[in-house]
C-alpha cells in the first residue's frame, strides 16, 4: 500500500505569482484534506475534497483553491502569491472505502513554499 | 482563545522517562482525538486515533481522552532519544472531517 505523496518538495516563487502543488492520495482513500502549516504552529485547515467536490473550507480566501481527479489525486492552486503565503503545505488523505475509519487522515512529507 | 491549547515545550526528559503531552480543547462537539509525531521539516505521522472518551494503548503509546474536563493527554514509557520531535493533537467533529490541531510541544529526550 503506497503512502501520501507530494510534489514539488521545495518551491521558491516571488510574490504575486502563481503555484500549483499536487498530491497522490493513498491506496483506497477517496478523502483529500490540505493544510498549511507555518514554522512553529500546527496545521492549519485549508479545504477538503472528497469524489471531486469540495467537502469543507477553512478561513482561507479565494486564492486558495483546488481540484481532485477521478483517481482522487489533488491540486492545491495558489494565486497572487503574499510573502505570509511561505509556509509548508501538507496534504492528507483518508476514508478508506474498505474499513470506513474516514476521520484517521494520513499525511504527505509536505512542500516547502517559500515567497520572495 | 485558541479551539486546542498546547504547550509548546520544549520539554526535555532523559531516556527511558515517562513523558506526558496534554492538550485542551473548547469544542465540546470534537469527538475523535488524534496524536501526530513530527520530525523536523517532514510530515506529521498518526500515532494515535481515539474515538469520544476512554484510553487507548499501542506498545509505549497510551491515550486519554476526558471528554468531560475537555482534556486529551498521551503518555510515552521508556522514552527513547529517537521520541524526540514534535507532537501535535488534532481533533475532529461527527460530520467534518477537517482536523483542528494544537501548535505541538517539541520533545527532546537526552541519552
Known amino acids: 500500500e503506497t503512502g501520501v505523496t507530494q510534489s514539488p518538495t521545495h518551491l521558491i516563487k516571488t510574490r504575486g505569482q502563481q503555484v500549483t502543488l499536487r498530491c497522490s492520495s493513498q491506496?483506497?482513500?477517496?478523502?483529500v484534506s490540505w493544510y498549511q502549516q507555518a514554522l512553529g504552529q500546527g496545521p492549519q485547515f485549508i479545504f477538503q475534497y472528497y469524489r471531486e467536490e469540495e467537502n469543507g473550507r477553512g478561513n482561507f480566501p479565494p486564492r486558495f483553491s483546488g481540484l481532485q481527479f477521478p483517481n482522487y489525486s489533488s491540486e492545491l492552486n495558489v494565486n497572487a502569491l503574499e510573502l505570509d503565503d511561505s509556509a509548508l503545505y501538507l496534504c492528507?488523505?483518508?476514508?478508506?472505502?474498505?474499513?470506513?475509519?474516514?476521520?484517521?487522515?494520513?499525511f504527505g512529507p509536505g512542500t516547502r513554499l517559500t515567497v520572495t | 482563545q485558541k479551539e486546542v491549547e498546547q504547550d509548546p515545550g520544549p520539554l526535555s526528559v532523559p531516556e527511558g522517562a515517562i513523558v506526558s503531552l496534554n492538550c485542551t480543547y473548547s469544542n465540546s462537539a470534537f469527538q475523535y482525538f488524534m496524536w501526530y509525531r513530527q520530525y523536523s521539516r517532514k510530515g506529521p505521522e498518526l500515532l494515535m486515533y481515539?474515538?469520544?472518551?476512554g484510553n487507548k494503548e499501542d506498545g509505549r503509546f497510551t491515550a486519554q481522552v476526558d471528554k468531560s474536563s475537555k482534556y486529551i493527554s498521551l503518555f510515552i514509557r521508556d522514552s527513547q532519544p529517537s521520541d524526540s520531535a514534535t507532537y501535535l493533537c488534532?481533533?475532529?467533529?461527527?460530520?467534518?472531517?477537517?482536523?483542528?490541531f494544537g501548535s505541538g510541544t517539541r520533545l527532546q529526550v537526552q541519552p
Open positions: 481515539t474515538y469520544s472518551s
Open positions: 492528507a488523505s483518508s476514508g478508506h472505502e474498505r474499513t470506513g475509519r474516514s476521520h484517521e487522515q494520513y
Open positions: 488534532a481533533m475532529s467533529s461527527m460530520g467534518r472531517r477537517a482536523l483542528t
Open positions: 491506496s483506497g482513500h477517496n478523502t
